[in-house]
């Protein structure tokens, strides 16, 4: 989504920059979408936000610590983490589906 307006910045945490592209082109957005879209799109903003520390841990693990990744998470943290990726993966496809109809 952020690629439709500017260059991405290939960060962990494409958040702040998420929220950013919707502020410059809410108008635009709403226009062709509707306001309900801002809502889920910021949505999408702060899960990534929420979502972008638990790379590391899910990607390597503990190395100092020599744990795995899967020991990082509980079956509630896990569950987040699904219901996040989730409703961002749906929001950010209704996004790409009416953008470019």
């Known amino acids: ?30 226009g062709h ?14 899960a990534s ?3 972008a520390p638990e790379h590391g841990k899910a990607t390597y693990g503990f190395v100092n610590e020599r744990r795995l990744p899967k020991e990082a998470y509980d079956e509630k943290k896990a569950g987040r983490a699904l219901s996040l990726a989730e409703r ?9 589906r009416q953008w470019f109809h």
């Open 33 to 46: 979408l509707g306001n309900q879209e801002i809502g889920e799109l910021r949505n999408l903003a702060e």
């Open 88 to 96: 961002s993966y749906s929001a950010a496809e209704k996004f790409l």
């Open 49 to 51: 936000t929420e979502l």
């Open 1 to 30: 989504m952020i690629s439709c307006f500017t260059a991405l910045s290939w960060l962990h945490d494409s958040g702040p920059e998420l929220t950013n592209v919707i502020e410059e082109h809410k108008e635009e957005i709403a």
